[in-house]
């Protein structure tokens, strides 16, 4: 297949596959979780709302849509996806949307997830208008920009803030209008999973990301430490919850997410055993915990509520 970008050869797939594959829908758990997590402590405390909190989901699920596309592009005018590239495909180095398509997408996409912040801003005010703001230029800087944060070993950082606190507490505080010590304990487990997600993708191209002088967090850790570095993050999200349920500060049903603890132990055992391309299926695998384990913590803070 051609690497030209302005190229579509025979063999390419329709317009509509190529931007199933520049959306990424595989990562979309990772902009669900938080909203999960942030509607569960506002059901426990009885602020939840339905419409604040569905126009939560649908500007989380478009921001991280908007970001894919921004990667994906800012990737290849950076030179960073080459053919040797062992993610899933990457539409503009393959050639399926041009550069210029996918930058039209991108920005027709921040501007659905702005529509959304109109009606959240109409509801809740001005701090969502900086919460989206943040997290629009965040997307964008990720991968583009003088200073790219990804290419720049922040990487890490940036996701845990954005899918942690930010996108916790957001979906909290427009259902509220107010944020909580619960909503700040519970955002950090959340953050951790998701973080864990983009050290899966970083441990998979530290060979890529070096000859492309891309210095991520995994590229200066080294393999070891970076599979350690996952290890970490993924327990904290487990021993957090238990750890604060046994102090009182959190109510002891968040424990449910023990229940995800198998799935948890074959991701790690994958991430310590595998390298290349069969990472991607950690990748999804992942993202599948993050969800999942999102779900029962929610589902311990809708039980409290309910029974106790």
């Given at each position: 297949m051609s690497h030209n970008p302005m190229s579509h050869p025979?063999?390419?797939?329709?317009?509509?596959?190529?931007?199933l594959l520049a959306i990424r829908p595989r990562t979309l758990p990772a902009a669900t979780a938080p909203v999960v997590v942030g509607s569960g402590v506002a059901f426990l405390q009885n602020q939840f709302e339905l419409l604040p909190a569905l126009a939560a989901l649908i500007g989380a699920l478009l921001l991280q849509i908007g970001a894919n596309l921004a990667n994906d592009v800012?990737?290849?005018?950076?030179?960073?996806?080459?053919?040797?590239?062992?993610?899933?495909?990457?539409?503009?180095?393959?050639?399926?949307?041009?550069?210029?398509?996918?930058?039209?997408?991108m920005w027709v996409t921040f501007g659905l997830a702005s529509l959304a912040g109109v009606y959240l801003a109409w509801a809740a005010g001005w701090?969502?208008?900086?919460?989206?703001?943040?997290?629009?230029?965040?997307?964008?800087?990720?991968?583009?920009?003088?200073?790219?944060?990804?290419y720049n070993g922040l990487g890490e950082v940036f996701v845990f803030i954005f899918f942690g606190p930010v996108a916790v507490l957001g979906t909290y505080y427009v259902q509220a209008l107010s944020i909580s010590p619960l909503?700040?304990?519970?955002?950090?487990p959340v953050g951790l999973l998701i973080t864990a997600i983009l050290v899966v993708n970083n441990l998979r191209d530290i060979p890529t990301d070096q000859t492309a002088g891309k210095r991520t967090?995994?590229?200066?850790?080294?393999?070891?430490?970076?599979?350690?570095?996952?290890?970490?993050?993924?327990?904290?999200?487990?021993?957090?919850?238990?750890?604060?349920?046994?102090?009182?500060?959190?109510?002891?049903?968040?424990?449910?997410?023990?229940?995800?603890?198998?799935?948890?132990?074959?991701?790690?055992n994958k991430v310590n055993s595998l390298t290349g391309r069969p990472l991607n299926s950690v990748l999804a695998g992942t993202g599948q915990l993050t969800l999942v384990h999102s779900l029962l913590y929610a589902a311990g803070l809708a039980l409290t509520r309910l029974f106790f």
């Open positions: 025979p063999s390419s797939p329709p317009k509509t596959s190529a931007w800012f990737d290849y005018h950076k030179g960073a996806d080459t053919a040797q590239r062992l993610g899933p495909t990457r539409v503009t180095q393959a050639g399926l949307l041009t550069p210029q398509q996918v930058l039209i997408g701090p969502v208008i900086a919460m989206g703001i943040a997290s629009i230029l965040a997307a964008i800087a990720y991968t583009g920009g003088p200073f790219p944060l990804g909503a700040i304990w519970s955002s950090i967090l995994a590229v200066r850790l080294g393999v070891r430490a970076t599979r350690l570095e996952y290890l970490i993050l993924v327990s904290i999200a487990y021993l957090l919850p238990a750890l604060l349920s046994l102090s009182g500060t959190l109510p002891w049903l968040v424990n449910l997410v023990w229940l995800s603890l198998p799935l948890a132990v074959s991701m790690v």
